[in-house]
């Protein structure tokens, strides 16, 4: 997928590079979407995903790719959408002199020749700690995205991803926990943007991105990626609530909780 540049805007800036860290569902398609627009580049290959209906997500395929890989190599099976594996994350953060490396260091380097690149991929929650040996830090901003916990749960269920409210909260407070541990250890700065104030009050948060990363977007170019009504909240709808606790009552059985 060719970089979205903003008419007017030079190619050869030298603004840096974008990593966001955060859970699935999170609104993450949104927001690398808008980031997109100011000229970052998501990879030449983007995955689209069909839920509803076919919606592109600005994840670089081949950073997807790499990042199943890494799964491979340390032997992890598990189901990152709906579980915390900090095992998992020690694994793959020690796979390198395990593992033959050029693949990542030479994706870095395709990516560095179309800077300021964009990176987002629900699984680097558990991968970041194995991509920090190759990358310039001085080079990269972090953006951590979270999202109410009630809309996580019912946007997981609609997915058949069935847990509890209380498992789903849990689990998606040990991914939040893990990623601001990761960069308070590593000494680096980030921007915290909750999805809801995203949609909520776009102007307030798009000011806070343009702040923080030096760009120049406008609440226009969220409107070019988020095709609802802006200044109101995106919860899901009664509908979608039903919806949900319909599937999760046929579905019971099969529930994760925290006490299993």
Known sequence: MPAMWREGESENSMRKNVIILTSGLSGSSVLTGLIA????????????????????????????????????????TGNYQV????????????????IDCREYRSFLQECDAHRPWIWKDPRLWLTIRFWKKFLDYSHCQFLLLTRGAMQSWVSAT????????????TYEGEIRQSITEFLD???????HVEYERLICRPDDTIAELN??????????DLSKVYHKPLYRSPRNSLGKHVKASLIYLKNYSERLDVSA
């Open 37 to 76: 627009r100011a000229g970052y580049w998501p990879g030449e290959t983007t995955f689209r995903k069909q839920h509803y209906e076919i919606y592109e997500t600005y994840e670089n395929q081949r950073l997807i790719d790499l990042n199943r890989q890494l799964f491979q190599g340390a032997g992890y």
């Open 83 to 98: 579980e915390f594996s900090a095992p998992a994350m020690q694994e793959i953060a020690a796979l390198e002199g395990k």
């Open 158 to 169: 609609l997915r058949r991803q069935i847990m509890t409210y209380r498992y789903s909260k």
């Open 185 to 191: 250890g590593e000494r680096l700065p980030y921007l």
């Open 211 to 220: 702040h923080y990363l030096g760009t120049e977007l406008k609440v226009v």
